[in-house]
């Protein structure tokens, strides 16, 4: 039986929820950013929250505000939000209603997530992925409760988001694991004007029968003591058994979908009547009556949330909007290696290494110095060690449990770092080709790159995203891409893209001990040096404490002075396969040609890019991706902004042809792709300028 302190807490929440729902909706003009409600789903919200103890982890979304209430956040905190206030302590103004992120001894953990319906399934996976490790190692920053309770993760979701494609993800991985999560399925029966019987084909709980090994019921989310009684036996249970439910809580929608698409667009009076016998605070009503709580009683809580929820609207009216000079704060939180040390040729001993081997040595380096770092992807676990060997031996010396294959995921490869970083730990993980970046930018874009900013730097993600890329000897259209263009579209997060062993090793090892978001892009034609005129690839392996700041690129190839005094030379910025064209191409033009490797691309060298165009006034810009509409082009109209007055003639672009793909036949690669010919034959355009 639920307690009557339980339930007279429940309905002063419910109260409180309702007056804000109705101070917000009698205050349109003031409250006129875009929000939802829980108006119809309080009692799930409350019975759920009222469970969890601060060790815990929940993402709640963007109709979960009784969750908040019910986890001791005041309607101000909610309400400076719903504003956009200076002071709203969870995003600082930048984020809608009820996009809560939170770190604290006095309340669960709440990592950042989006509001795209469904996105946040993956990250909040990772988190149980996270704690399933902590626990498994018997780590000291696995978080207790007060009498020695192991964590659960709570991810909140609507009925109509289980129907994307990552909910699946996260599902089978969190089966296959035992993860320690609940997912909670409120039920409204609406996708904003999309109702259930049109967009699916069955219901959560029905769906959840196809991943064995996931727990799952059905509820009345309407019903409060249902709903406790339901959740204070599965998060035992999760608790003490460690694997994955699914809680299905069929509940009313008795507000607006949101602020901006309001019922009256689409719901029939028949259909709002229908929800609103279900409220919940009217069932909480008349079951308190019954159990002798008089109705005096009961109007008094009533009158006393509506008064408090006027007096903090008041104040949150009153409070300061955010400081301008503050917007661009947040993006990255600082990173850690800033100056390049160690030594870069390791005094010169033994053989020279290639790249895959520099970028395997640094990463069994950093897992041997931090049992924090895992290596995880397609692949990349004992047996293959990666279809370039560029993990091999890895899972043998460091065991399965800190390296290991996935599914093909990659959405939730790349995504559940998210969950990973914030429960402490230091993941580095495979994309397996450029070309397969694309099932997972929805979390690059929408989970990853925004965390950082949209947390107020709480929850920057720390983790390592490797993926091989690049054209050579026929890998044909769907192992050949580039894509740098599309991830420099994508604010908040560093590319490095070495083009020498000795680049690889240091560059790596700052991708790792920087705490943002690095994806690490690796020339599948340079791992080997096998591609003619790449022996240069090839290093002396630096130290083990060598490290190289991002942002600093380097000179691999210098022009005479007196070429460049008379006015002779120009200078080639590239990266990747692109050093190598230049370098074979500038032989032809002994002195004369001086070539700067960008190393990383953002954030980029540009105070050594535009004193190199300044030095010469003759540039080219060259790239292996399709040349239109490339980073390579950007960065030339920069080039051209910046140095205009020193430029003797126009800055040049050379990339690849524009085609959709690299065809297969390697006659046909060679003839979308730059070489040395091609750049031969522009030096000599700008030469005689």
């Not at 963007?62 to 005041?74: K, Q």
């Not at 008379?566 to 230049?582: K, L």
Request: aromatic share 8%.
């Amino acid at each position: 039986m639920t307690s009557i302190d339980t339930m007279m807490k429940a309905y002063r929440l419910m109260c409180t929820a309702r007056a804000m729902a109705e101070k917000y909706e009698a205050n349109r003009q003031v409250c006129k950013y875009v929000h939802s409600t829980s108006r119809g789903h309080e009692a799930i919200q409350l019975a759920t929250a009222f469970q969890l103890l601060p060790c815990d982890y929940v993402s709640p979304y963007y109709r979960d505000e009784s969750i908040l209430l019910g986890l001791g956040f005041t309607p101000y905190q909610l309400m400076l939000q719903l504003l956009a206030k200076r002071d709203d302590i969870f995003t600082g103004g930048r984020e809608y209603y009820s996009h809560p992120n939170y770190r604290g001894n006095d309340k669960p953990t709440i990592i950042h997530q989006s509001s795209a319906t469904g996105m946040q399934v993956i990250p909040t996976t990772g988190v149980a992925q996270g704690l399933q490790f902590l626990e498994n190692i018997h780590a000291d920053s696995l978080p207790l409760g007060p009498a020695g309770e192991l964590p659960v993760v709570i991810c909140s979701l609507g009925d109509a988001s289980v129907t994307e494609g990552e909910v699946s993800e996260a599902f089978q991985f969190a089966i296959l694991k035992k993860l320690p999560i609940i997912y909670l399925v409120q039920d409204n029966n609406w996708g904003i004007s999309v109702s259930s019987d049109e967009a699916r084909a069955m219901d959560a709980y029905d769906y959840a029968a196809g991943f064995p090994g996931m727990g799952r019921v059905r509820i009345d989310g309407s019903n409060f003591e249902e709903s406790f009684d339901n959740m204070r036996r599965i998060i035992q249970y999760v608790r003490q058994h460690r694997s994955p439910y699914l809680v299905q809580a069929k509940v009313p929608l008795l507000g607006h979908h949101t602020s901006g698409v309001r019922k009256e667009f689409y719901r029939s009076q028949e259909d709002w009547n229908k929800h609103l016998q279900d409220d919940p605070g009217p069932k909480l009503r008349r079951r308190l009556l019954e159990s002798g709580v008089s109705d005096l009683d009961l109007q008094q809580i009533e009158t006393d949330a509506a008064q408090f929820v006027d007096n903090q609207f008041a104040l949150a009216v009153q409070s300061p909007e955010p400081d301008p000079a503050t917007v661009a704060d947040h993006v990255f939180v600082p990173a850690t290696v800033t100056e390049e040390k160690g030594d870069r040729t390791g005094n010169g001993k033994g053989d020279k290494i290639i790249m895959v081997d520099a970028a395997l040595f640094a990463i069994r380096e950093l897992m041997e110095d931090f049992p924090e770092a895992v290596l995880y992807g397609q692949d990349v676990g004992r047996r293959l060690g990666g279809v370039f060997r560029e993990a091999a031996t890895l899972a043998e010396q460091f065991g399965d449990h800190r390296v290991f294959n996935t599914a093909i995921q990659e959405a939730y490869i790349i995504g559940s770092t998210v969950g990973m970083s914030a429960v402490g730990l230091k993941p580095i993980v495979e994309v397996q080709f450029a070309d397969y970046i694309y099932p997972g930018l929805n979390q690059l874009v929408t989970e990853i790159s925004k965390s950082s900013y949209l947390s107020c730097g709480k929850f920057p993600v720390q983790t390592v995203i490797r993926i091989p890329i690049g054209a050579y000897g026929g890998g044909g259209p769907y192992h050949s891409g580039s894509i740098e263009t599309t991830l420099l579209s994508i604010k908040g997060i560093k590319i490095a893209y070495p083009s020498n062993a000795a680049d690889m090793k240091g560059l790596m090892k700052a991708a790792f001990l920087d705490p943002n978001p690095v994806v690490m892009l690796e020339h599948k034609g340079l791992y080997w040096s096998k591609v003619p005129g790449t022996e240069d690839a090839k290093a002396y392996e630096p130290s083990r404490d060598y490290v190289l700041p991002f942002g600093k690129g380097m000179v691999v190839a210098e022009a005479d002075t007196a070429k460049v005094n008379e006015g002779s030379s120009c200078c080639i910025i590239t990266y990747g396969m692109g050093v190598y064209w230049a370098k074979a191409a500038a032989r032809q033009y002994p002195g004369q040609v001086e070539i700067i490797d960008l190393r990383t691309l953002f954030p980029l060298d540009e105070e050594l890019v535009y004193s190199t165009v300044k030095k010469h006034g003759k540039c080219l810009v060259l790239t292996e991706e399709q040349q239109n509409n490339s980073f390579a082009e950007a960065l030339a109209g920069r080039i051209s902004r910046n140095c205009f007055q020193w430029l003797d003639a126009p800055v040049e672009v050379l990339g690849a042809r524009n085609l959709p793909a690299v065809p297969m036949n390697m006659v046909l690669e060679q003839a979308m792709l730059p070489n040395p010919s091609k750049v031969a034959s522009i030096i000599n355009q700008l030469l005689n300028c």
